[in-house]
């Protein structure tokens, strides 16, 4: 079950665990996250995915818990955020590795390869 869900340390957590596990909690936190909109997906009422749509247009964060990874569950939450508003345009900046994630669901690169905060990103946009 996909929802929209307060921001919380039940987030971050979840972030730091997947995205940056040698990094404090600060370090996941983003300026805009009081006003960003956080969607959750949850099984047997267990948060197993998050991911943050900001409002510039970008999303954020995108994560989904280890033991529940390649089961089309980071694409069933995605395609949730892109109907919540379905004539928008969406962007983001994709882990390189992760660019495939994001072109199954029909992101286009847009621009080149940077690096922050040691990993390479590349900006994508639906
Ligand atoms: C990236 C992530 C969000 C994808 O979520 P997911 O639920 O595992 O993805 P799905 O099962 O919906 O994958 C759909 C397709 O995307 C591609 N894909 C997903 N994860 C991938 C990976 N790690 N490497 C390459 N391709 C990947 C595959 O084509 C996959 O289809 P397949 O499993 O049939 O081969 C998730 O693996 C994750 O949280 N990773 C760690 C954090 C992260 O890197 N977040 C994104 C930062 S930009």
């Known amino acids: 079950m996909i929802k929209i869900i307060k921001y919380s340390s039940q ?5 730091q665990e997947i995205m940056w596990p040698n990094k404090d909690i600060e370090f996941v936190k ?6 960003a909109l956080h969607f959750g997906y ?6 197993i995915a998050v991911a943050s749509l ?4 970008q999303i954020r964060k995108v994560a989904v818990k280890e033991k529940y990874q ?5 694409s069933e939450l995605m395609k949730f955020i892109l109907k919540h508003n379905k004539n928008k345009s969406y962007w983001l900046n ?12 029909g ?3 847009i621009g080149n390869e940077f690096k922050k905060n040691e990993e390479f990103y590349i900006k994508m946009k639906i």
């Open 11 to 15: 987030i971050l957590e979840l972030r």
């Open 30 to 35: 983003i300026k805009n996250d009081n006003i």
């Open 42 to 47: 949850f099984k047997n009422n267990k948060l």
């Open 107 to 109: 992101f286009k690169t």
């Open 54 to 57: 900001f409002p510039n247009n």
């Open 94 to 105: 994709s882990r390189v590795d992760k660019k495939i994630f994001y072109e199954n669901i």
């Open 70 to 74: 390649r089961m089309g569950i980071g």
